[in-house]
């Protein structure tokens, strides 16, 4: 598993539980990015950082986007892992430049087989392929 890789899971985690338990992103990070020495520290990677960070600041936008274009989904019937997995893949796919669009859709849908259904990961699919192929039109 590739560094971006493990840094999209750890964000992952990051969101999915700001989301159950209603606490704020940001402060989460925080609390969670205490640099220990010893075989069991865990330290926050950078890249998780700046995702976090990312997605944090535009949470709005990118909830207005699921909401306009996960098509018979209301934000709060989709699974959290779903929610979360989407929030993650529309900020690369809209913010992260250096990425291809590509990348980061196998990335999600490969955290939706892992994490959710397979069901899931082709809606996944649908979503960030309608957000790729119309975010040079949205108003960022």
């Known amino acids: 598993m590739s560094a971006r890789s493990k840094a999209r ?6 969101l999915y539980e700001s989301d159950i338990r209603g606490s704020d992103l940001l402060e989460l ?21 700046s995702l976090v960070e990312g997605i944090a600041t535009h949470k709005r936008k990118i909830d207005e986007l699921i909401s306009t274009y996960a098509q018979g989904w209301d934000m709060d019937r989709l699974p959290a892992v779903d929610r979360n997995i989407l929030r993650l893949g529309i900020y690369e796919i809209l913010w992260v ?12 849908l490969t955290l939706a087989k892992d994490l959710s ?7 996944i699919h649908g979503v960030l392929g309608r957000i790729a192929s119309i975010k040079e039109s949205l108003s960022l």
Not at 9 to 14: A, I, N, S, V
Not at 117 to 123: F, I, K, L, N, P
């Open 9 to 14: 899971k750890q964000t992952l985690d990051l």
């Open 29 to 49: 990070l925080a609390s969670r990015d205490v640099v220990e020495e010893g075989p069991d520290a865990r330290p926050i990677r950078d890249y998780t950082k």
């Open 97 to 108: 430049v250096e990425l291809e669009d590509g990348i980061v859709i196998d990335e999600a």
């Open 117 to 123: 259904t397979e069901d899931s990961a082709g809606y």
